[in-house]
């Protein structure tokens, strides 16, 4: 049975108008899946492609389910039954999803990533003159409100350094790799998925700097340089396991005789999440360290080393930087605030002994 991510709501000061099944959209040679998979243009992660299109799913069932009708089993065919709803949707209708979902005990940021899949849907619809206005317009249905602090715990610059040695002292192929895969997202702050796109043959010098073209999560693109330290563990890496062409980072697959062999296979996101679980266990860090924890790190260190937040901001392809400062957390501030430049003459016995 298809999970459903919300609980029956009404909101008393909304008149929600009835959600009706129209007979055919305006481009009747459009099928199901190319409606709903306007909501991908421009979606290069497959993480987030994947979030939109559950997204999609969820709103195409919450649709049927205000007709009073069963919610179908199948998502070919819940989001065929909703395809011809989309023209009936106002903003009352995408406000209460919005609540339902807020109800439902999801995460605000979580709610906005819906929200936005929905929007762009809509907004695509428009342009190709499907529908009139978009009725999940920001300026129709306001966003939740998300927390300028970011709650992503980061590592402290001990624990970064106590990650790159125990990977380095280990002196195996795996130890190599996560070192090498480590001083990138720390130095770099990429997303894992984007570190694990990178191929052996992009790398360019300029100047004689190591650097990597990269398209962000947006299409983006940007330019990226390996410092020195980063650089040579990424060298040892390719160099230790024989790599010359296709993907940096590979599985490493360990026999029963304990013998270690490099895989053709590109490392998988889930498996950047399973070895960061591993070694930050190993390291005994106790923090709820995932991969976003690595680019937080980026972030918070960079800033603290006194890099200028719209430097930051660049690199780590933000729109803008109030998504940088939320990285900058109030507990990371302690002792560099601005008190302390203060100088005045205190009473006696007022001096810290």
């Given at each position: 049975?298809?999970?459903?991510l919300?609980?029956s709501?009404r909101d008393?000061?909304i008149?929600?108008?009835?959600?009706?099944?129209q007979?055919?959209?305006?481009?009747?040679?459009?099928?199901?899946d190319?409606?709903?998979d306007?909501?991908?243009?421009?979606?290069l992660?497959?993480n987030s492609r994947?979030?939109?299109?559950?997204?999609?799913?969820?709103?195409?069932?919450?649709l049927?389910?205000k007709?009073?009708?069963?919610?179908?089993?199948?998502?070919?065919?819940?989001l065929?039954?909703?395809?011809?709803?989309?023209?009936?949707?106002?903003f009352?209708?995408?406000?209460?999803?919005?609540?339902?979902?807020?109800?439902?005990?999801?995460?605000?940021?979580?709610?906005?990533?819906r929200?936005?899949?929905?929007?762009?849907?809509f907004?695509r619809m428009?342009?190709?003159?499907?529908?009139?206005?978009n009725p999940a317009?920001p300026e129709?249905?306001?966003?939740?409100?998300?927390?300028?602090?970011?709650t992503?715990e980061?590592l402290?610059?001990?624990?970064?350094?106590t990650?790159?040695?125990?990977?380095h002292e280990?002196?195996?192929?795996?130890?190599?790799r996560d070192?090498?895969?480590?001083?990138?997202?720390?130095?770099?702050?990429?997303?894992?998925?984007?570190?694990?796109?990178?191929?052996?043959?992009?790398?360019?010098?300029v100047?004689?700097?190591?650097?990597?073209?990269l398209?962000?999560k947006?299409?983006?693109?940007?330019t990226?340089e390996?410092?020195g330290?980063?650089?040579?563990?990424?060298?040892?890496?390719?160099e230790?396991?024989?790599?010359?062409?296709?993907p940096?980072?590979?599985?490493?697959?360990?026999?029963?005789f304990?013998?270690?062999?490099v895989?053709?296979?590109?490392?998988?996101?889930?498996?950047v999440?399973?070895?960061?679980?591993?070694?930050?266990?190993?390291?005994?860090?106790?923090k709820n360290?995932?991969?976003?924890?690595?680019?937080?790190t980026?972030?918070?260190?960079?800033?603290?080393?006194g890099?200028?937040?719209?430097e930051?901001?660049i690199?780590?392809?933000?729109s803008?930087?109030d998504?940088?400062?939320r990285?900058?957390?109030?507990?990371?501030?302690?002792g560099?605030s601005?008190?302390?430049?203060?100088?005045?003459?205190?009473?006696?016995?007022?001096?810290?002994?």
């Open positions: 049975m298809l999970k459903i919300w609980m709501h008393d000061e008149i929600v108008p009835p959600i009706e099944e007979n055919a959209l305006a481009v009747p040679e459009v099928t199901a190319d409606i709903w306007m909501a991908l243009a421009g979606v992660s497959e994947r979030t939109y299109k559950q997204a999609m799913v969820n709103f195409a069932a919450f049927i389910s007709t009073g009708r069963e919610i179908p089993d199948d998502t070919v065919e819940i065929r039954i909703a395809t011809a709803l989309l023209p009936s949707v106002k009352q209708h995408v406000v209460e999803y919005r609540e339902a979902l807020r109800i439902s005990g999801l995460k605000n940021s979580t709610i906005n990533v929200l936005s899949a929905i929007h762009s849907m907004k428009r342009r190709l003159k499907m529908i009139d206005e317009d129709l249905v306001q966003r939740m409100r998300v927390s300028n602090v970011s992503t980061g402290s610059s001990e624990e970064a350094e990650l790159l040695r125990i990977c280990e002196g195996t192929l795996r130890g190599k070192m090498a895969l480590f001083a990138v997202m720390m130095h770099n702050g990429l997303r894992r998925s984007e570190v694990v796109q990178l191929n052996v043959h992009s790398f360019k010098k100047n004689k700097t190591p650097t990597y073209t398209i962000l947006g299409g983006k693109t940007i990226i390996f410092i330290p980063v650089w040579e563990a990424i060298k040892r890496w390719l230790s396991a024989n790599i010359r062409s296709g940096v980072f590979r599985r490493v697959h360990k026999t029963h304990g013998r270690e062999t895989q053709e296979k590109r490392l998988t996101p889930s498996g999440y399973d070895i960061i679980r591993t070694r930050t266990k190993e390291a005994g860090i106790e360290i995932h991969p976003h924890s690595m680019r937080h980026y972030a918070t260190l960079a800033l603290l080393a890099v200028p937040i719209q930051v901001q690199s780590m392809g933000h803008n930087t998504t940088t400062f990285y900058y957390r109030a507990v990371e501030q302690v560099r601005p008190a302390r430049s203060i100088k005045l003459e205190w009473p006696d016995g007022c001096q810290e002994e």
